[in-house]
């Protein structure tokens, strides 16, 4: 569950892939033109690789899959490596898929991300802003030269994300690597190849038909967050 809940802070950053000149300009300028790029931005979809170290285990989980977002609220994960599993919302619904299990966990979206700091990206509104402190990473953080950093501190004291770190190419400006620090000493690094932009990406693609066998399970409550989060399943039928 811990997984789910940072890659749910860093999935919107993901679609915002955003391209802005470094130059010397001010971060006040350069966050503007972030949130102009993302507002031009409609769909997306990139091949990914995501590292989790979660502190109490200190070993690194690696997956790969693909990746699409859609405005408004649609997002769609297909994992491939080394377990085939599935993330897929309509914005209303989200379908959490295992095929291996043949089962599938149905949320509402608004309810799996009650806590998001991104909620509003998610539905395609709101400014990075209104959440976060942004400024410039510095060369402490031992990252090629071929990068410059955004370093992103959460405006709201109570989430569990201590901070965010945005790699951005400095010849195709765009976002490459998200690394999301969380308060409990985990963290998770997702990045991206084959990236592509306003593709026309269909409505489809984004909604999840409940293969015949598979079991499936209503939850009610938040898709993942804090340890006090409190959750309720029922199981609605399994098709045998």
Not at 72 to 87: A, F, L, N, R, S
Not at 89 to 114: C, H, M, N, S
Not at 133 to 159: Q, R
Request: glycine share 6%.
């Amino acid at each position: 569950m811990k997984k789910i809940f940072i890659l749910s802070f860093s999935i919107l950053l993901l679609f915002a892939n955003l391209s802005f000149a470094l130059s010397e300009e001010s971060v006040s300028d350069i966050v503007s033109k972030l949130q102009s790029q993302y507002n031009k931005t409609t769909d997306f979809s990139a091949v990914f690789t995501q590292e989790t170290i979660t502190k109490s285990l200190g070993v690194p989980a690696i997956v790969n899959g693909k990746v699409y977002f859609k405005k408004p609220g649609m997002m769609c994960w297909k994992y491939t490596d080394p377990i085939t599993h599935e993330i897929i919302t309509d914005g209303e619904t989200l379908w959490y898929y295992f095929p291996e299990e043949k089962q599938v966990r149905i949320y509402k979206t608004a309810e799996a991300f009650e806590n998001e700091l991104f909620l509003g990206f998610l539905f395609g509104e709101g400014k990075l802003t209104d959440d976060f402190e942004v400024a410039l990473g510095g060369p402490e953080l031992d990252i090629s030269e071929d990068y410059f950093v955004l370093m992103l501190a959460p405006k709201n004291p109570d989430t569990v994300i201590e901070r965010i770190i945005l790699l951005v190419d400095k010849e195709e400006y765009i976002v490459n690597q998200i690394n999301t620090y969380d308060i409990l000493g985990n963290v998770s690094r997702i990045a991206f190849e084959e990236i592509s932009l306003n593709t026309g990406l269909k409505n489809s693609l984004f909604h999840f038909i409940v293969p015949s066998g598979v079991e499936t399970i209503k939850i009610e409550g938040e898709l993942a967050g804090p340890p006090e989060t409190d959750v309720e399943v029922e199981i609605i039928e399994r098709d045998d």
